[in-house]
Each structure stands twice: as C-alpha cells, then as structure tokens.
C-alpha cells in the first residue's frame, strides 16, 4: 500500500507529496517546492527512507526545497528533459516573481512517456502531458487509483500556458489524451488547491471537460 500525505509550502502554496510504501517503508517526494526541513521531518517520522525526488516540471515553486534534501539525503532526482532548460534558469524564474532563488543542479534521471517507476513495491506510469511546461508529467498509480497532476490538471482548472514554454493547445490535447482516458475513480492530487477525481472534471472542468464541449470537438 502506498500511504501519501500532501503538504502546503511556499509563496505560491505549492502542494509536495510525500509517498511511503508501507511494505518496504521507501519513499518518494514529489515536488518539493519549499520548506525541507518541515518534509524532511515527516519523512523521519514516518520511520521512511527517501529514495527519489521526482518532479512533475521545473517551475520554481514545485522544486526550492530539492538542493536542501539532496544535501541531507543523496538521492536521484527524476525530471523530464523537456523542463531541463526550466531547471536550470530557477534564478531567472524567481527574478521575474521578484524572488531570490539559488540554481538547481541538473536532474539525475530523465523521465520518459509509459515509463513504470516503482517506490517501494507500488508502481506508477509516466504520462507526458506538455502545455503548462514541455516537460511536464503526470503519474498514475493504477491499484490506488491516483493520479499525480503538478500543474496539469486542477479542481475545475487547467495550469497557466503563459510562462515561458507553456502551450494552451497542447495542454488540452494532454488532458484529453492521457488524463480523460483514465478511471472515472482516480483521485487526481494537484500542485495547487483542493483534490478531485478525473470523473468529476471530465464532466465539470469549464476549460476542457464536457462542459466545455469536449464532445463536440
Ligand atoms: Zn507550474
Ligand atoms: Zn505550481
């Protein structure tokens, strides 16, 4: 079993997750964008070994805390390549939000479309889905039933395209292609907000769901 405890950290109350399978006590966190100690913390007291960040994308609020929790723990971090430019120009990023950021080392490991990755003894697939960044990904947990959004996918929302390499049009084809295929069940865990499932906003999501006519189109 895979037990996830989310978190709200930083200026843009950005969402890490923590994932600990509960048979071999590894652990994964998703998205550290800021506050490591208090991740680092849960981490030990879920009596969890860390053995990867991953990142849904490079935006700096999904990845400030990543330096920290390398330096306390030294594991790979996991990335698609198309957010490797995203990673390296954090400082730039944070400068045009008119905060100071320090530079994020490269990603060990890239992360590649209808990958399975395994923490622990639980499995996830990884789904491309480009438009609110080239590189960003999804993660589907098929015997959980969770879906991993970043900023991809949110409660009655879809992420921002108007960041440098984001693509409105590509990020409809995403949803529509690699999330709307899912279980109606699958609990969607975003970036940003409140949970939802893919059901609910495959029928109610005013961007991209039914409601706005996803099936006319
Ligand atoms: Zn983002
Ligand atoms: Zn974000």
Redesign the pocket.
Known sequence: MLQITGFTVGPFAEHPYLLVCSETRQAWLIDPGAEAEQLWQALQAAGATLTAIVLT?A?L??VGAVEALRAKANVPVYLHPADDLLLAQVPQQARMFGLHMEPVRPADHPLTHGQTLHCGASACRVLHTPG??PGSVCLFWPAEQVLIA??TLFQRGV?RTD?PGGDARALFASIRRELWPLPDATRVLP?HGEPTTIGEERRLNPFVGEAAGFGFV
């Open positions: 994308h935006h609020d999904h609110h960044s970043g900023d992420g960041l970036g």
